[in-house]
């Protein structure tokens, strides 16, 4: 008896060990959990529209700030990810409670660099973006968990492309890694001004039993399968207390 | 009649489940420590810690209970030895396999790994359904013995005697004693949570295996979950409340609490509405409807009223101007009743939904049900063990007063360090608090403090029931 509750045991237990998880496997996802609600670093900031000595913070206190970190001689993502940024926010002229700080976090860029950044980007002149670099790169870099590589063969750094969104007290709400479309800066964008942003995984086929389904299309929520399954244990319950009633009643004393 | 065998196998219960306390109260105090940054662990030691202190808490004191009625039982109906037996070689598997995924595999997601955590593999592979499985087994074990101990109540009650129901007329004929009425209701919801929990592990284990051709809806998980874990914290506690009205007058020299209509109607109320009050924990969740999360206020507030209020009323009668033999095990009963009332209106003020959207996930939540806990249920299982214990073989202890005072102020400063973190929205759950929360480690490191007075006077509790219920173990039939 005791063998076969062993055998049977380290079949179940092979066979887990086993079984691939397909389901939902850590991604790059929590790369961009980093950080969240910890205080970026206040780096003394120096750049054309800035006045001498202001910081990151004096940036930030005056309006949630979305920082973009990119240095100006990449050839790789830094254009396409600035230029798909400049587009996202070109589609927002109505949205004014935010500054777009973009930062170099190459120490040999100059406030020059950036300068002609702007320009090439058609920037200059836009009140919502400043171009900017610091004295105290290293500091910043840390305090947001951002580490790019130094690649000496293509004298360039090996990056993400990443948007953080800082509030205006100076806490990281929400990080972007890669070109992201406009939807997911609007989340930034809520997240540095603070506002709740309610979201839920749509029903999918494969997803049998949901308590409600969503019709995007009517905006109507119907309850679905899974309420069923919200009350089942109290109706089993119900149902083997009956039971038991039924088969023991008959030797009751 | 109690035989011996249920006598060892109570004893074995009790023994397993101080050894189990000592553990997880110093994975606390670690915890504490770590929050004080005093030690240092990793995260991932952190929250493994937290998994396994969690649920082996929950699981030892709803065992506890389990035990304590399960032997006072015997004194209205014959019970089975059997499913006892079952319950507990599948609790010790069912814990040695939790222990594995936590400490081996590093399984961390949390007593109530809500979904999708589990699978969001940062532990060992097999750890997830190590951790289920390890789930499914204690359930099973619990769910049988459930059962079985309803099954030998209906054996001599009829359904609506079990449930007290002809005490709602004048004159009724048969009494259904207190014990059985609240040990018949809260085996009910027993079986339905840990239904809720079966229902919970296959659709894991489904999804689990589909490799990704069946996915589950959050929302119906988190429910199952809530189902399942907020009803087994609140009927370990009931489990507890049914050994006082057994013993509180009997140990203290006053005649038997009898049922009476207030006392029915209050227990089949509690049924209801302990069944539904898991509700206020989803008070975050916007797609759940505003109806279910009124029921969830509404059961929270009218849960504590009957079982509370009912309990004690009958407890304030009996001890108010009357002579009591006071001894340790009803000064526990007592001083734990009022710790779970102290809990309760904690609970109560949370589950508040305007106060819920300051209070949510903040150390307001561990302190309230550490409270009705540590200082209420945790009393209730040590006043049974140290009664038994007594039965079979009487010291005459000695330094109960000081026993008491060493728990008293460990508990309440332990658990005051919670409750003030709370109140400063210091949130819960952080394995360190960040330098704006400067005092939330200060607070950790007080607490670490007492709750070592605590854990002083648990082992001195420890040393001496375990010494006696080792003696009942190795006791022959002729020398009982
Ligand atoms: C002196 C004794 C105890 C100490 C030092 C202690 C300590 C702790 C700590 C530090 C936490 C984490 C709090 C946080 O969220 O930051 C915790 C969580 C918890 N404790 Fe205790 N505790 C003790 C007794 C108990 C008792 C008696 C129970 C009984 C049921 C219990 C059940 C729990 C549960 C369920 C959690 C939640 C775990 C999770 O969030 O996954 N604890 N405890």
Request: net charge positive; hydrophobic share 50%; glycine share 6%.
């Given at each position: 008896?005791?063998?076969?509750?062993?055998?049977?045991?380290?079949?179940v237990m092979?066979?887990?060990v086993s079984?691939?998880?397909?389901?939902?496997?850590?991604?790059?996802?929590?790369?961009?959990?980093?950080?969240?609600?910890?205080?970026?670093?206040?780096?003394?900031?120096?750049?054309?529209?800035?006045?001498?000595?202001?910081?990151?913070?004096?940036?930030?206190?005056?309006?949630?700030?979305?920082?973009?970190?990119?240095?100006?001689?990449?050839?790789?993502?830094?254009?396409?990810?600035?230029?798909?940024?400049?587009?996202?926010i070109?589609l927002?002229?109505?949205e004014?409670?935010f500054?777009?700080?973009?930062?170099?976090?190459?120490?040999?860029?100059?406030?020059?660099?950036?300068?002609?950044?702007?320009?090439?980007?058609g920037?200059?002149?836009?009140?919502?973006?400043?171009?900017?670099?610091?004295?105290?790169?290293?500091?910043l870099?840390?305090?947001?968990?951002?580490?790019?590589?130094?690649?000496?063969?293509?004298?360039?750094?090996?990056?993400d492309?990443?948007?953080?969104?800082?509030?205006?007290?100076?806490?990281?709400?929400?990080?972007?890694?890669?070109?992201?479309?406009?939807?997911?800066?609007?989340?930034?964008?809520?997240?540095?001004?603070?506002?709740?942003?309610p979201?839920?995984?749509?029903?999918?086929?494969n997803m049998?039993?949901?308590?409600?389904?969503?019709?995007?299309?009517?905006?109507?929520?119907?309850?679905?399968?899974?309420?069923?399954?919200v009350?089942l244990?109290?109706?089993?319950?119900?149902?083997?207390?009956?039971?038991?009633?039924?088969f023991?009643?008959?030797?009751?004393? | 009649?109690?035989?011996?065998?249920?006598?060892k196998?109570?004893?074995?219960?009790?023994?397993?489940?101080?050894?189990?306390?000592?553990?997880?109260?110093?994975?606390?105090?670690?915890?504490?420590?770590?929050?004080?940054?005093?030690?240092?662990?990793?995260?991932?030691?952190?929250?493994?810690?937290?998994?396994?202190?969690?649920?082996?808490?929950?699981?030892?004191?709803?065992?506890?209970?389990?035990?304590?009625v399960?032997?006072?039982?015997?004194?209205?109906?014959?019970?089975?030895?059997a499913?006892?037996?079952?319950?507990?070689?599948?609790?010790?598997i069912?814990?040695?396999?939790?222990?594995?995924?936590?400490f081996?595999?590093?399984?961390?997601?949390g007593?109530?790994?809500?979904?999708?955590l589990?699978?969001?593999?940062m532990?060992?592979e097999?750890?997830?359904?190590?951790?289920?499985?390890?789930?499914?087994?204690?359930?099973?074990?619990?769910?049988?013995?459930?059962?079985?101990?309803?099954?030998?109540?209906?054996?001599?009650?009829?359904?609506?005697?079990?449930?007290?129901?002809?005490?709602?007329?004048?004159n009724?004929?048969?009494?259904?004693?207190?014990?059985?009425?609240?040990?018949?209701?809260?085996?009910?919801?027993?079986?339905?949570?840990?239904?809720?929990?079966?229902?919970?592990?296959?659709?894991?284990?489904?999804?689990?295996?589909?490799?990704?051709?069946?996915?589950?809806?959050?929302?119906?998980?988190?429910?199952?979950?809530?189902f399942?874990?907020?009803?087994?914290a609140?009927?370990?506690?009931?489990?507890?409340?049914?050994?006082?009205?057994?013993?509180f007058?009997?140990?203290?020299?006053r005649?038997?609490?009898?049922?009476?209509w207030y006392?029915?109607?209050?227990?089949?109320l509690?049924?209801?509405?302990?069944?539904?009050?898991f509700?206020?924990?989803l008070y975050?969740?916007f797609?759940?409807p505003?109806?279910?999360q009124?029921?969830?206020?509404?059961?929270?507030?009218?849960?504590?009223?009957?079982?509370?209020?009912?309990?004690?009323?009958?407890?304030?009668?009996?001890?108010?101007?009357?002579?009591?033999?006071?001894?340790?095990t009803?000064?526990?009963?007592?001083?734990?009743?009022?710790g779970?009332?102290?809990?309760?209106?904690?609970?109560?003020?949370?589950?508040?939904?305007?106060?819920?959207?300051?209070?949510?996930?903040?150390?307001?939540?561990?302190?309230?049900?550490?409270?009705?806990?540590?200082?209420?249920?945790?009393?209730?299982?040590?006043?049974f063990?140290?009664?038994?214990?007594n039965?079979?073989?009487?010291?005459?202890e000695r330094?109960n007063?000081?026993k008491?005072?060493?728990?008293?102020?460990g508990g309440?400063?332990?658990?005051?360090?919670?409750?003030?973190?709370?109140?400063e929205?210091?949130p819960r759950?952080?394995?360190?608090?960040?330098?704006d929360?400067?005092?939330?480690a200060?607070?950790?490191?007080?607490?670490?403090?007492?709750?070592?007075?605590?854990?002083?006077?648990?082992?001195?509790?420890?040393?001496?029931?375990?010494?006696?219920?080792?003696?009942?173990?190795?006791?022959?039939?002729?020398?009982?």
């Open positions: 008896m005791f063998k076969d509750i062993v055998i049977f045991s380290s079949i092979i066979s887990f079984t691939n998880v397909k389901g939902q496997i850590a991604s790059s996802g929590w790369k961009e959990e980093d950080r969240i609600y910890s205080k970026v670093f206040d780096a003394p900031l120096s750049g054309k529209q800035l006045r001498k000595g202001t910081t990151l913070y004096q940036v930030t206190s005056q309006k949630p700030t979305v920082l973009a970190l990119i240095f100006t001689r990449c050839t790789g993502v830094c254009n396409p990810f600035l230029l798909e940024l400049k587009e996202n070109e927002r002229t109505n004014k409670n500054n777009i700080l973009v930062m170099s976090f190459d120490p040999r860029d100059t406030e020059k660099d950036l300068d002609d950044l702007a320009m090439r980007f920037l200059s002149e836009d009140k919502r973006w400043e171009f900017a670099v610091t004295d105290s790169i290293r500091s870099v840390q305090s947001i968990g951002f580490k790019p590589v130094w690649d000496s063969l293509r004298q360039q750094y090996d990056h492309a990443l948007l953080i969104g800082i509030n205006s007290e100076g806490y990281i709400t929400k990080k972007l890694i890669g070109i992201r479309n406009n939807a997911d800066l609007g989340l930034l964008l809520a997240s540095i001004q603070d506002s709740f942003t979201t839920y995984r749509m029903a999918n086929p049998l039993f949901s308590c409600f389904n969503y019709d995007a299309k009517t905006g109507k929520n119907t309850p679905g399968l899974g309420l069923i399954f009350a244990p109290a109706l089993i319950a119900m149902v083997i207390v009956l039971s038991v009633n039924f023991v009643r008959v030797n009751r004393i | 009649m109690e035989t011996l065998k249920l006598r196998i109570t004893s074995v219960w009790i023994i397993i489940v101080l050894t189990l306390f000592v553990v997880a109260i110093v994975l606390g105090i670690l915890m504490r420590l770590n929050q004080g940054e005093i030690i240092q662990q990793s995260p991932i030691t952190f929250y493994g810690n937290m998994t396994t202190h969690g649920l082996t808490m929950i699981g030892i004191w709803f065992v506890a209970g389990m035990a304590a399960n032997y006072l039982l015997e004194r209205y109906v014959k019970t089975s030895y499913a006892n037996l079952f319950a507990l070689v599948l609790t010790v069912g814990v040695l396999m939790l222990w594995c995924s936590t081996i595999g590093e399984f961390h997601a007593w109530t790994f809500l979904y999708p589990p699978f969001k593999i532990w060992a097999w750890a997830t359904p190590l951790f289920l499985s390890s789930l499914g087994v204690l359930g099973l074990g619990w769910l049988v013995w459930s059962i079985s101990l309803m099954a030998q109540i209906l054996k001599k009650y009829s359904i609506s005697q079990a449930f007290a129901w002809q005490h709602f007329h004048k009724p004929k048969v009494e259904t004693p207190p014990f059985i009425l609240i040990t018949m209701i809260t085996l009910i919801g027993v079986i339905a949570c840990l239904i809720a929990a079966v229902i919970l592990l296959i659709l894991f284990f489904i999804e689990y295996f589909s490799t990704g051709s069946f996915v589950n809806d959050a929302l119906l998980m988190k429910n199952l979950t809530y399942f874990g907020h009803t087994i609140n009927e370990m506690l009931y489990l507890g409340l049914a050994v006082i009205y057994e013993l007058a009997e140990v203290s020299g005649p038997k609490w009898h049922t009476t006392v029915a109607l209050a227990w089949n509690s049924l209801i509405f302990i069944l539904t009050a509700f206020h924990h975050m969740d797609v759940q505003e109806g279910l009124i029921i969830g206020q509404i059961a929270s507030y009218l849960a504590s009223l009957p079982a509370a209020g009912v309990t004690v009323f009958s407890i304030l009668v009996a001890v108010y101007r009357n002579k009591i033999n006071w001894s340790l009803n000064l526990l009963f007592f001083i734990g009743v009022a779970w009332v102290i809990g309760g209106l904690g609970a109560v003020i949370d589950a508040t939904i305007s106060n819920n959207f300051i209070l949510h996930n903040t150390l307001w939540v561990p302190a309230h049900f550490h409270t009705y806990n540590a200082m209420g249920n945790v009393l209730f299982s040590l006043a063990f140290h009664w038994f214990s039965q079979y073989y009487h010291h005459k330094q007063t000081l008491l005072s060493i728990l008293l102020i309440a400063g332990f658990l005051l360090a919670f409750y003030i973190g709370g109140a929205s210091i759950r952080y394995s360190t608090y960040p330098s929360l400067p005092m939330g200060t607070l950790a490191s007080i607490a670490a403090l007492f709750a070592s007075l605590y854990l002083i006077a648990i082992l001195i509790f420890f040393f001496n029931i375990s010494k006696k219920c080792l003696k009942i173990l190795s006791s022959s039939p002729q020398s009982s």
